[in-house]
């Protein structure tokens, strides 16, 4: 299948979860056994039927305000996501969202400047020239997807390095060790740069984390009679998407399929130029294009 | 809940509904409807599967949804009998364990086939009983049509023979329908243990 033609545009992804961990568990004995408990491991297998084996998403946070089209603003997060269906394993590759790029079409810019100029396909397509590898879905969430996806799934635990805190989205700070977060200081913990001290490659990071805080609220909830069905249905009524209910629910279960054990995650790293009197981060290309070799084929990153 | 029940009562609907699946199928693996009907040495009086509703996501009419179970309790219950308690034992060749997959879960499926299939005990296996199995659906619906599935089964069976075992199989299908309509398993969360 191109993978080109494979492009969609989404605006939340609140998907669900199933796998159960490897796990010893005591059970009671066979009645012909004389022993009073047994220790049994439970064999367990787990797949899904998803072409490629390895799905890359990319997620973009758009930053739309209200009333604006989340596909014609900027990229605040930019996370190249791949999904290994076979294995569990998942890469995030995050982008900072300041990379000067060569944009098709358009000459140097921003990267995040491909969603506005042209939509989820540019954004994929810068991506691809920096990282070497084509998205086969893109998500695009406004901060509200983002907020309301976090509450419906219950909230979110994250684990943070650094405390910080952001004057306008979170005056109240987020204390560094596990951090408890609903949807909008979800939010706001993706959001914040200014107080960051590596400012937009740290922001990328939180961006991770805030999404393997999510990945691990679904698999908690994943045998709950519903979930993934719940999750779908809000993506399908939330959601600009060229995606049917069918295919929405495969890749929701391709998602499911990932284990937080499994999930490796790196920023492309720069230095910060000037442009145009403009700050900008200039990306270490060949680092992008290692960590895309890398995680291309199994969704595993062996070092940043 | 919602629930509708699939026994005995239902067996002729199922049938029908299942030989009317299978009339469209052809050659691939996973296009075979259930080939593991109990035969000689096999089980005595085999466990009906009780199919039940689950959760509904989507808009969905109470008999459009009872007919959807109707459709998948089949499928289910045919990997079932193509892969543990079904055939005659002792048995050695599972090939056609997998009726109702999708091609690239059968492939997945074979990978896993020691877990998915009675093959490891099956040449020590004199009968199988099963003892019960249970799916309940939960179907996402969109535009008054299901659109995926998740069937969270239990299937409890018994073997007889040099080691005999009381065994669950326990877990998710997932599912969606093919091009020609027909609800096949495209991927799965299986567990077995002994009971």
């Not at chain 2, 050695?92 to 086939?113: E, L, M, Q, S």
């Not at chain 2, 049509?145 to 005999?164: E, Q, V, W």
Request: include cysteine; charged fraction near 20%.
């Amino acid at each position: 299948m191109n993978a080109r033609s494979l492009i969609r545009r989404c605006g939340k992804l609140a998907a669900l979860a199933a796998v159960l961990a490897g796990t010893f568990v005591i059970v009671p004995g066979p009645s012909a056994a004389p022993a009073q408990s047994v220790l049994v491991k439970v064999d367990q297998a787990h797949g899904v039927d998803l072409s490629p084996d390895v799905v890359w998403i990319l997620a973009l946070g758009s930053d739309a305000r209200p009333g604006e089209k989340i596909v014609k603003s900027r990229a605040d997060a930019i996370q190249l996501v791949g999904i290994n269906t076979k294995t569990g394993a998942a890469a995030a590759i995050g982008v900072p969202r300041d990379s000067y790029v060569p944009i098709t079409g358009v000459g140097s810019e921003r990267i995040n400047a491909s969603l506005y100029y042209g939509g989820p396909q540019l954004m994929a397509n810068s991506i691809r020239n920096l990282i070497g590898i084509e998205p086969d879905y893109v998500v695009v969430t406004g901060f509200s997807g983002l907020i309301n996806m976090v509450n419906d799934i219950g909230g979110i635990t994250v684990d943070n390095p650094v405390a910080f805190s952001d004057e306008n989205l979170a005056p109240q700070g987020f204390p560094q060790g596990r951090v408890k977060l609903n949807g909008f200081e979800a939010m706001a913990f993706s959001r914040t740069r200014h107080s960051l001290l590596r400012g937009d490659f740290d922001r990328s990071a939180n961006q991770q984390r805030t999404l393997m805080g999510i990945l691990k609220k679904i698999r908690k909830r994943h045998d709950q009679p519903g979930f993934i069905e719940m999750g779908v249905r809000t993506v399908i009524g939330h959601t600009d998407t060229n995606l049917s209910p069918a295919e929405l629910f495969k890749l929701a279960q391709a998602v499911a399929q990932v284990d937080p054990a499994k999930v490796t995650d790196c920023v492309v790293q720069g230095g910060i130029g000037n442009v145009g009197g403009a700050s900008v981060v200039l990306p270490d290309r060949a680092l992008a294009t290692r960590l895309g070799n890398e995680a291309r084929k199994d969704a595993t990153l062996e070092r940043c | 809940m919602d629930t509708t029940r699939v026994g005995a009562r239902a067996g002729a609907v199922l049938a029908c509904l299942t030989l009317l699946l299978a009339s469209a199928c052809s050659g691939s693996d996973s296009d075979k409807e259930p080939a593991g009907t109990p035969t000689g040495s096999s089980s005595a009086e085999p466990a009906a599967l009780e199919a039940t509703l689950g959760k509904v996501e989507g808009r969905l009419k109470p008999a459009a949804a009872a007919a959807e179970v109707a459709a998948i309790g089949p499928v289910v219950d045919g990997w079932f009998d193509a892969a543990y308690v079904g055939g005659k034992f002792p048995r050695t060749d599972f090939g056609d364990a997998f009726p109702g997959f999708t091609p690239g879960a059968v492939k997945d499926a074979r990978k896993d086939i020691a877990l998915m299939t009675n093959v490891q005990s099956g040449a020590d296996i004199t009968s199988v009983t099963t003892d019960d199995k249970t799916v309940a659906v939960d179907l996402l619906a969109a535009k008054q049509k299901a659109a995926g599935a998740t069937a969270r089964f239990t299937l409890d069976f018994t073997t007889a023979g040099t080691a005999p075992e009381e065994v669950r199989v326990k877990g998710q299908l997932f599912l969606t329908r093919d091009t020609k309509n027909r609800w096949r398993i495209f991927g799965y969360n299986v567990t077995r243990s002994i009971r």
